[in-house]
């Protein structure tokens, strides 16, 4: 008797046991930050993930508006741009297949502000500007998931110079096309 109730509370601790360590292992499985590598200190600024960046800058009482955008495509990136100085106006398009290293460029600038895992935090500022143009980053991840940051919102310090960066990377591009 004494054997088989050792045995049976033995049986009883190594159940409950695989039953604490397979409920662990779901919730690392399940809740785990997806920005998080298998290193200590490394992080993934999702800029792999990265398919598209677009730039739209308008509004204001002229109403002009500028329009960036680039694609991911295969073996090349896809660019287009848009600028109608005033309403009503005759708008400027380009459309223009360029090379892959820009799109890179792109990467780049996330991977160095980590600007994607920030896109959420961003707040209001307290003081609007009415009747103001408008700037919004919008960067398209694999999935559709889709993550933009606005002029007249306040982000993360790391996200400082994020616009400027943005903006003259596409004049950069723009000028070669």
Same mark, same amino acid.
């Given at each position: 008797?004494?054997?088989?109730?050792?045995?049976?509370?033995?049986?009883?601790?190594?159940?409950?046991?695989?039953?604490? +360590?397979? /409920? @662990?292992?779901? *919730?690392?499985?399940?809740?785990?930050?997806?920005?998080? =590598?298998?290193?200590?200190?490394?992080? $993934?600024?999702?800029?792999?993930? +990265?398919? /598209? @960046?677009?730039? *739209?800058?308008?509004?204001?009482?002229?109403?002009?508006? =500028?329009?960036?955008?680039?694609?991911? $495509?295969?073996?090349?990136?896809?660019?287009?741009?848009?600028?109608?100085?005033?309403?009503?106006?005759?708008?400027?398009?380009?459309?223009?297949?360029?090379?892959?290293?820009?799109?890179?460029?792109?990467?780049?600038?996330?991977?160095?502000?980590?600007?994607?895992?920030?896109?959420?935090?961003?707040?209001?500022?307290?003081?609007?500007?009415?009747?103001?143009?408008?700037?919004?980053?919008?960067?398209?991840?694999?999935?559709?998931?889709?993550?933009?940051?606005?002029?007249?919102?306040?982000?993360?310090?790391?996200?400082?110079?994020?616009?400027?960066?943005?903006?003259?990377?596409?004049?950069?591009?723009?000028?070669?096309?």
């Amino acid at each position: 008797m004494k054997g088989s109730k050792i045995v049976r509370i033995i049986f009883i601790v190594l159940l409950a046991a695989a039953v604490i +360590l397979m /409920g @662990v292992a779901m *919730y690392f499985k399940l809740f785990a930050k997806k920005h998080i =590598l298998d290193g200590p200190g490394m992080i $993934n600024t999702r800029e792999g993930e +990265l398919i /598209g @960046v677009s730039y *739209y800058y308008g509004g204001g009482m002229e109403g002009s508006s =500028l329009y960036y955008n680039i694609k991911y $495509n295969d073996t090349t990136a896809l660019f287009e741009y848009e600028y109608c100085p005033t309403n009503g106006a005759q708008a400027e398009t380009a459309n223009k297949e360029v090379s892959l290293t820009h799109f890179d460029d792109f990467r780049q600038i996330c991977r160095d502000t980590e600007c994607l895992l920030y896109a959420h935090d961003g707040k209001p500022m307290e003081i609007q500007i009415l009747d103001a143009p408008v700037a919004t980053i919008t960067f398209t991840l694999e999935g559709g998931e889709m993550l933009t940051f606005r002029g007249d919102y306040e982000y993360p310090s790391n996200c400082n110079g994020l616009f400027a960066a943005v903006t003259t990377l596409f004049e950069d591009i723009q000028n070669t096309v």
